[in-house]
DNA sequence: CAGAGCACCTGTGGGC
DNA sequence: TGCCCACAGGTGCTCT
């Protein structure tokens, strides 16, 4: 579900919110959500500390303690949000919770069940398994020609490995190969300087699109108060198969790719 | 190194 | 109507 502007809107609201609290509590309804640390092990490290702030790492949102790192992943179906003291837990598909000084409390939501919830004293084994953010300042396009060169992968599931970029999904590398006229199979290596730049500027330029409209909600991102993402009608290829492209007309593919759905236009990204 | 297949889970929608 | 299968915005593992 969430890609970066997903998880970015869900930091920027929970910052305001958490920042300055002491975690009191935690409790996991369902075991696996630490894993492979047990519940009760990942309580004894962050019980007690304070949050000195909350940010956003690739897909991951990151709580940093007074000491040590809590890392969340959303998957496909986390939610992470806040209830006021005295407020119900709204549903079932509530996984785990922080119990944190004011009395609210930190929800997690999770229907599929892939979400995860860690500690690390250290984020460097993390960092070591992401690649740059996208919207950094050193992420240039001569950088990402760099990347590119000497890779002899398909350029769709590169720009989805992690380790690659952090923080590009299914959504957002559509979108961008899409604008970039980039056939999702072409080899990384082969793709002419040109569509590097396009795709280096379609990257940056659609994320933080996505981010000003608070990310893209298909059927079940939410933040907040169960708001929703806006960016959904901003999408020019994903999830309008068989629908006309934009720019040609053409009726715009849907086939896999490393075994993910991929929406394309067979005109405008010509193999 | 690159790619396929599968595992992890639950829910929904389409086709028959 | 009901059943079954495919599929879902992610990641990690094994095997070739």
């Excluded at 999770?110 to 979400?115: L, N, S, T, V």
């Excluded at 999702?184 to 659609?206: D, F």
Aim: aromatic residues 8%; charged residues 25%; proline residues 6%.
């Amino acid at each position: 579900m969430p890609e970066l502007p997903e998880v970015e809107t869900v930091v920027r609201n929970l910052r305001p919110v958490l920042v300055g609290r002491e975690i009191t509590g935690f409790e996991a309804a369902w075991p696996k959500v630490t894993a492979p640390t047990a519940p009760a092990t990942f309580a004894r490290q962050v019980v007690g500390r304070a949050i000195k702030d909350v940010r956003r790492r690739g897909k991951y949102i990151l709580l940093d303690l007074d000491r040590g790192h809590v890392h969340l992943h959303l998957r496909m179906t986390g939610h992470l949000f806040v209830i006021r003291p005295g407020e119900a837990m709204p549903d079932q598909q509530i996984r785990a919770w922080f119990g944190l000084s004011g009395g609210i409390r930190l929800l997690f939501r999770d229907q599929r069940k892939f979400g995860r919830i860690g500690y690390l004293a250290d984020l460097a084994p993390l960092e070591a398994r992401l690649g740059p953010e996208p919207l950094a300042a050193k992420f240039t396009a001569a950088l990402l020609a760099g990347m590119l060169a000497q890779r002899r992968r398909q350029i769709k599931p590169l720009l989805m490995d992690q380790s690659f970029i952090a923080g590009l999904g299914n959504i957002y590398v559509d979108e961008a190969l899409f604008a970039a006229g980039i056939h999702p199979q072409a080899e990384a290596e082969t793709i002419p300087a040109g569509k590097v730049k396009a795709l280096h500027r379609a990257i940056r330029r659609l994320l933080r699109r996505a981010i000003e409209h608070q990310g893209t909600t298909f059927s079940n991102f939410r933040f907040g108060r169960n708001e929703s993402g806006r960016f959904r009608d901003q999408l020019k290829v994903f999830g309008r198969e068989d629908q006309p492209c934009f720019v040609c007309g053409t009726a715009l593919a849907k086939t896999r790719v490393a075994q993910r759905g991929t929406h394309w236009c067979p005109r405008c990204q010509a193999p």
